[in-house]
């Protein structure tokens, strides 16, 4: 038996492919998403519909994005749920979610999309920073991802974990681990385990920053020299006088700095920017 054949489709390497089969963690996820018919669910990367055929259950329409066009063709011929299911044939990271909403009139009807999926890991940061474009449009998002992905969205300052992706999902979404599920949930079963983590895009942003290149651009220079104190790793960017200035001790690292930290940086960057244009 092939281990990467499941359900009658074979895993397709380029696409990350790995089937969600475990009966007792879909509940858990579905029962987390908790799918209602007020509200425009979207899935991205359905499959072979491990999560799209419970949630489908219990309300009458759901909008699936799926890039395999064997996947698309069987979920829009699905023996009794094709009639509920808008099936786009797309890439998620590619797609226009602005277009989406304005097509079905989502502002009129006083909802944001509510994203799940098991996503390609081998995508899944990209296309993260690809939907925090989105997030005012967005309620809440649930997505299986490879644990370390997991512990790096919701890490705090002073760990490991905490990095790039942990300040700019942060910077858009509260974040909360759901639940751990073990690589034998799938087939073929991943080399590493998976987890299940909430993500709700703030109302209102707490450290908003002017300009977003900025706050990439710092946090990236911060943590690729992760070792080196801010007084180096940032030198290219701030002198000792800007930094001490921003009240940021010179011998911190990347990982001691909140996110207020980095938003207070980014801001410094736009306004000189801003003024250089000016003269």
Excluded at 200 to 218: C, E, G, S
Aim: proline share 5%.
């Amino acid at each position: 038996m092939n281990l990467k054949t499941h359900l009658g489709h074979t895993a397709r390497k380029r696409f990350g492919q790995n089937f969600l089969h475990d009966n007792h963690i879909i509940q858990q996820i579905v029962m987390s998403i908790a799918p209602r018919n007020d509200q425009f669910l979207l899935e991205i990367g359905p499959g072979l519909g491990a999560l799209t055929e419970p949630v489908a259950e219990q309300v009458d329409h759901l909008t699936v994005i799926e890039l395999d066009r064997d996947l698309a063709h069987r979920l829009r011929h699905h023996p009794f749920l094709h009639h509920k299911l808008n099936v786009i044939e797309a890439d998620a990271m590619q797609f226009d979610f602005s277009t989406l909403y304005q097509s079905e009139n989502l502002a009129e009807k006083n909802q944001k999309f509510r994203l799940f999926g098991n996503l390609p890991y081998n995508i899944s940061t990209p296309l993260m920073f690809h939907l925090f474009k989105y997030h005012h449009l967005i309620q809440d998002m649930h997505f299986m991802l490879q644990k370390e992905v997991v512990k790096r969205l919701c890490a705090a300052p002073n760990s490991k974990a905490y990095g790039r992706l942990t300040i700019m999902a942060q910077y858009f979404c509260q974040v909360f681990p759901v639940l751990e599920v073990p690589p034998s949930a799938f087939k073929p079963a991943p080399k590493v385990d998976s987890a299940v983590v909430r993500l709700v895009p703030h109302q209102q942003l707490p450290y908003p920053v002017k300009d977003l290149y900025w706050l990439n651009l710092v946090c990236t220079q911060a943590f690729n020299q992760r070792r080196k104190t801010l007084r180096n790793a940032l030198s290219t960017l701030f002198s000792v006088e800007n930094l001490t200035a921003l009240n940021i001790d010179l011998n911190a690292r990347a990982e001691n700095l909140s996110i207020a930290d980095y938003a207070r940086l980014a801001n410094w960057l736009a306004d000189q920017a801003s003024d250089n244009l000016k003269e």
